[in-house]
């Protein structure tokens, strides 16, 4: 069975994401602003694929926009970057 990490789990499409791959028999691993930053570790090093759909849409700085989009992306790809899974 895949494994599958569902960033934004949370979010209108996220949830909707989530419940489809659920139904379908896949194991989710979802992950939201309220997750722990440990929680996205183990997620990364044990998903088969990753679906990255969080990110901030209503930014009230363009700081916020910044470190909720960008930054949030580059941490990701570092972590997959780090990772033993391949």
């Given at each position: 069975m895949?494994?599958i990490?569902?960033?934004g789990?949370?979010?209108?499409?996220?949830k909707?994401m989530?419940?489809?791959?659920?139904r379908?028999?896949?194991?989710?691993?979802?992950y939201?602003?309220?997750?722990?930053?440990?929680?996205?570790i183990r997620?990364?090093?044990?998903?088969?694929?990753?679906?990255?759909?969080a990110?901030i849409?209503?930014?009230?700085?363009i700081e916020?926009?910044?470190?909720?989009?960008?930054?949030?992306?580059?941490?990701?790809?570092d972590?997959?970057?780090?990772s033993?899974?391949?």
């Amino acid at each position: 069975m895949n494994k599958i990490l569902v960033t934004g789990a949370k979010g209108f499409i996220g949830k909707h994401m989530c419940l489809l791959l659920n139904r379908e028999g896949y194991e989710v691993f979802e992950y939201d602003i309220s997750s722990t930053p440990e929680e996205l570790i183990r997620y990364v090093n044990e998903a088969d694929f990753i679906i990255h759909l969080a990110g901030i849409n209503r930014p009230l700085t363009i700081e916020e926009f910044y470190d909720g989009n960008t930054n949030f992306t580059a941490k990701l790809l570092d972590l997959v970057k780090k990772s033993n899974n391949e």
